[in-house]
T-cell receptor, first 113, second 115 residues
Framework: DAGVTQSPTHLIKTRGQQVTLRCSPK?????VSWYQQALGQGPQFIFQ???????QRGNFPDRFSGHQFPNYSSELNVNALLLGDSALYLC????????????FGQGTRLTVV | AQKVTQAQTEISVVEKEDVTLDCVYE???????LFWYKQPPSGELVFLIR??????QNEISGRYSWNFQKSTSSFNFTITASQVVDSAVYFC????????????FGKGTKLTVNP
């Protein structure tokens, strides 16, 4: 049974560019959350998707957007990249909005130069 | 606002020593949930435990134990007889909801267990 998978694992982008990160949830899970983890910090909640809608959002600018597909997979898009967007982006999946436990992927390491 | 403080940035111990990782939280919610996650170098966050605010009973799972004290807003994590494989960054987290969405994480404690 595949866990949460994220792609790509590493990415280097130039300031001002746009990036799309992808997440496939654990089999049977329908809820996806995204987190940003800067170096030496704890993860920070970006947003959550359930039933193809953004349900909750953290304190991130509109440059961060997302999407959830009918198969529950999700994308995180970041526009107009800044150097400060360099971080590990983690995807977590769970079953339902009020699940007991979230499973995390290994993340996508984004470097903005 | 919710906040989680892990005052210990880094801890280094020798194998077989016991080690306690501290976690202090702040919340105005009466119902909340506390979590511990382990993050090995691979980057994946591994779920260790979830406790709700109404259950202050301490829990033991193998070499791991957790001490939840509402009076001091603390949720400390102890590893008994530490092993090299325990080396990782450990995060304490807080959520106001029943699930793991919108988790508020501390900055983490890097534990190094030396042989």
């Amino acid at each position: 049974d595949a866990g949460v998978t994220q792609s790509p694992t590493h990415l280097i982008k130039t300031r001002g560019q746009q990036v799309t990160l992808r997440c496939s949830p654990k089999s049977g899970h329908d809820t996806v959350s995204w987190y940003q983890q800067a170096l030496g910090q704890g993860p920070q909640f970006i947003f959550q998707y359930y039933e193809e809608e953004e349900r909750q959002r953290g304190n991130f600018p509109d440059r961060f957007s997302g999407h959830q597909f009918p198969n529950y997979s999700s994308e995180l898009n970041v526009n107009a990249l800044l150097l400060g967007d360099s971080a590990l982006y983690l995807c977590a999946s769970s079953l339902g909005e009020w699940s007991t436990e979230a499973f995390f992927g290994q993340g996508t390491r984004l470097t903005v130069v | 606002a919710q906040k989680v403080t892990q005052a210990q940035t880094e801890i280094s111990v020798v194998e077989k020593e016991d080690v306690t990782l501290d976690c202090v939280y702040e919340t105005r919610d009466t119902t909340y949930y506390l979590f511990w996650y382990k993050q090995p170098p691979s980057g994946e966050l591994v779920f260790l435990i979830r406790r709700n605010s109404f259950d202050e009973q301490n829990e033991i799972s193998g070499r791991y134990s957790w001490n939840f004290q509402k009076s001091t807003s603390s949720f400390n994590f102890t590893i008994t007889a530490s092993q090299v494989v325990d080396s990782a960054v450990y995060f304490c987290a807080l959520s106001a909801q029943g699930g793991s969405e919108k988790l508020v994480f501390g900055k983490g404690t890097k534990l190094t267990v030396n042989p």
